[in-house]
């Protein structure tokens, strides 16, 4: 048995402690007050009426509040408050039954203040039991010798000194097997300039990290600051790979959603956190009242966009939540981890094609969804290229049957997620996702029913982005192939653009296309260089850089907002809603979208590029020549 087994004291114990104070707590109360005067022997009687309530009533009371469920070792603010409110509730039910007894006549003679004397007592006995044990248990950690084998102790500096900043010097100190101790602090808050939390030092701000490092052993820096913006995690990365120190950081605000910040979320820093805008967040009730209690569906929920909408929506309590996905493999890897983070969530793993009608019908008629997230799609430009047909029937069809299936099933509420690509379309893709958009947006006009669009631009790390390519390039030891040094795109993290779905989501009242803002385009140069650098290279030295040329018919920036139209404000200051597109309704709309599926279950590549052309305001795709199939767009 280890060390830390024989510490554990059951609760048991507990309640004979809590069982023997309360005899002492009550005794003491009449102790205090009458000070074994003549009036002592008087209220003898009240006394043991008293008593007998108090251990009747009172671990009863302690048990109802979870007093013997607690590991107490763990104690914190929290299981403070529990006690304050167990211990009055306890007090409380004690001395009406005292007041009964009085009342019916059982004893003559009672001195009030006692019952608030044994409130107090007990607040400091019940508290002081448990409390006493995390004490025992962390000077027993502190002096327990360290393996032979353990690494050596890691001096640790924190930046920032917030409450996640708090948390992991906390658990540092709670847990010295993790071989971390914290030095001290740099937090920009000028009221916490040489404080102390938990004994541990602000000694600076954040400026002042070159020059800690340079007169100080510092052997890890950590970035616990979750709402810092990239050109803060970004400083630090620069400065600690400059001087040679390891550093990782806690994830950004919106990856830890629904999750805790504890040292085990504490990662390298990756090409998102320098890429992290301030969080913008308001009005989280209405994503509540649109998710909470809620069936929901989920298509292409094995993709990254589909599996992060999983994770997010279910940290609002969904009443259940179907992952519907064509590959298995992704299907289950998503069902995994939310078991996994949410064990008493319902979830419906469905692995089924949204091509099949007749599939789709039968989830929707067994499951009965209220709430739908479109996100099944196929997305890479160049590959759609040469398999039109597949992106015809994936992303019109399939959109087709789920607007279809959701308005014979009387869903409540359906978001389809899009593209910037959908804007005056030059490939096959983004003609195929502008003309799904239509097919929702028509549908809510229809029905009246609450479907609109979400539309953003690329997201760091998602399948067949440049991330992952340029990855694998320098792992490979590059080169690493940009096409153009002036080459920009709009990036979004992940999580970010997720959360903004779901807000968008909550924003909508039926036919609107919403788009997120997607900040300012990056240089794809940048880019490289950044994922470089992280991978502990240099640009140019190490992993060298080849210019490819401007691919024919791409462009050198992309286009996230259609000139001419008018891009209204929402509630949300990070999304808009587009007003006054030329989108084709009705059964025109029907008609060519009808043609567009035949010709596509014909193989007709051609005929279908041909008419998406002439269907789609703004569509260039046949003057476009088509990309190279290894790209990434």
């Known amino acids: 048995m280890n060390m830390k087994a024989k510490l554990h004291i059951r609760n048991r114990f507990v309640f004979v402690g809590d069982f023997s104070l309360i ?24 006394a043991v009426y008293m008593l007998a309530a108090a251990l009747l009533i009172k671990p009863i009371v302690y048990h109802l509040f979870g007093l013997y469920r607690r590991m107490w070792i763990y104690a914190s603010v929290q299981e403070l408050k529990l006690i304050v409110a167990s211990v009055t509730a306890a007090s409380v039910l004690v001395s009406m039954a005292v007041v009964g007894f009085y009342v019916s006549g059982a004893f003559f003679g009672f001195p009030r203040s006692v019952l608030i004397i044994d409130w107090l007592i007990s ?51 709670r847990n010295p097997q993790l071989n971390l101790i914290p030095i001290g602090f740099l937090d920009d808050n000028l009221a916490k300039q040489k404080q102390q939390i938990y004994s541990v030092p602000v000694v600076g701000n954040i400026s002042d990290l070159p020059k800690i490092l340079a007169t100080q052993r510092l052997d890890e820096v950590i970035i616990a600051i979750p709402s810092a913006p990239g050109r803060i ?75 992060e909408l999983c994770r997010q929506i279910s940290r609002w309590g969904p009443s259940e939540l179907v992952l519907l ?23 419906h793993p469905i692995i089924g094609d949204i091509r099949d009608v007749n599939r789709l019908q039968s989830i929707y008629s067994h499951y009965q969804p209220q709430v739908v997230f479109h996100a099944a799609a196929h997305k890479h430009v160049p ?13 019109i069809l399939g959109t087709q049957n789920i607007v279809e299936a959701s308005l014979a099933s009387g869903v409540d509420r359906l978001v389809m997620i899009s593209t910037d690509k ?99 385009q990056l240089r794809i140069l940048d880019l490289a260089e950044d994922l470089i650098r992280l991978s502990g290279l240099e640009p140019g030295r190490d ?35 587009l007003d006054g597109q030329n989108d084709i309704i009705g059964s025109a709309l029907h008609q060519a979208t009808g043609e567009i599926i035949r010709l596509g279950k014909e193989g007709d590549s051609t005929a279908i590029i041909n008419l998406m052309d002439e269907f789609i305001p703004g569509s260039t795709i046949r003057s476009t020549p088509p990309p190279e199939l290894t790209s990434v767009d």
């Open 325 to 347: 996905g064509h590959g298995e493999n992704s299907i289950f890897e998503t069902l995994l981890e939310l078991q996994e983070s949410y064990p008493h969530l319902v979830s």
């Open 422 to 520: 959908a804007i005056r379309p030059t490939s096959v893709m983004g003609a195929t996702k502008r003309i799904a958009e239509m097919l929702v947006l028509e549908a809510a006009g229809r029905s009246g029913q609450p479907y609109s669009v979400v539309r953003f631009g690329n997201v760091l790390g998602s399948r067949g982005s440049v991330v992952p390519l340029f990855k694998y390039q320098i792992a490979r030891g590059g080169p690493v192939t940009v096409t153009h040094p002036d080459m920009r795109r709009y990036f979004m993290t992940i999580p970010e653009a997720v959360y903004l779905v779901l807000q968008a989501a909550s924003l909508g009242e039926g036919g609107e296309t919403f788009v997120l803002n997607m900040g300012q």
């Open 233 to 307: 995690v970004r400083l630090v990365a620069d400065i600690c790979r400059l001087k040679g120190v390891p550093f990782r950081t806690m994830p950004g605000i919106y990856e830890l959603l629904g999750g805790k910040v504890s040292i085990s979320r504490l990662r390298e820093v990756d090409i998102s956190d320098l890429l992290r805008r301030e969080p913008t967040r308001i009005r989280d009730e209405l994503i509540g009242a649109t998710l909470s209690g809620k069936k929901i569906l989920v298509t292409g929920a094995g993709g990254s966009i589909g599996r």
């Open 383 to 395: 590959l759609m290229e040469v398999n039109v047909e597949d992106a015809v029937s994936n992303n």
């Open 23 to 46: 005899i002492v707590s009550v005794v003491l109360s009449f102790l205090l007050r009458l000070e074994l005067d003549d009036a002592f022997s008087i209220y003898i009687p009240s």
């Open 123 to 173: 607040m400091f006995f019940v508290g002081g039991l448990r409390l006493s044990l995390r004490l025992i248990a962390e000077s027993f950690n502190q002096n327990t010798p360290q393996n032979s084998i353990s690494l050596r102790i890691r001096r640790v500096l924190i930046i920032g000194a917030g409450d996640a900043g708090a948390l992991v010097v906390r658990e540092m100190q």
């Open 543 to 577: 992993i060298e850089i080849v210019f490819t040329g401007v691919r024919p018919g791409e462009k050198l920036s992309e286009d996230l907002w259609d000139e001419g139209f008018v891009f209204e404000p929402t509630a949300h200051p990070e999304i808009f809603r």
